[in-house]
Nanobody, 122 residues
């Protein structure tokens, strides 16, 4: 059983929108926090958004504030990332992660999705 399954990536023009989904199963569904990270070619993986599943804490990277919104459906063990006003610099592979602690640091997450490509054309 794959702990995290992502969907929703694709190719969009600048200014467009996409919604990513991440469904957790097994032990991953008992995680305290979930996050979305992204990695562009030649760059380090960075945390875009992180949320505690209780909803108490939410982090947005400055580069995506007011454009990206994370939400969760605890009944479905699913987290969503709504991405609006996309820019070419948002192009990257996006990874969903689940962990025991709310953090922006990738090593602190226990489970990772397979990644989904988001490409924004100029």
């Amino acid at each position: 059983q794959v702990p995290l399954v992502e969907s929703g990536g694709g190719l969009v023009p600048a200014g467009g929108s996409l919604r990513l989904s991440c469904a957790a199963s097994g032990r991953a569904s008992s995680s305290t926090a979930m996050g979305w990270f992204r990695q562009a070619p030649g760059k380090e993986r960075e945390c875009v958004v992180a949320i505690t599943l209780s909803g108490g804490n939410t982090y947005y990277a400055d580069s995506v504030k007011d454009r990206f919104t994370i939400s969760r459906d605890n009944a479905k063990n699913t987290v969503y990332l709504q991405m609006n006003s996309l820019k070419p610099e948002d192009t990257a592979v996006y990874y969903c992660a689940a962990g025991r602690a709310w953090s922006t640091m990738a090593p602190l997450y226990d489970y990772w999705g397979q990644g989904t490509q988001v490409t924004v054309s100029s």
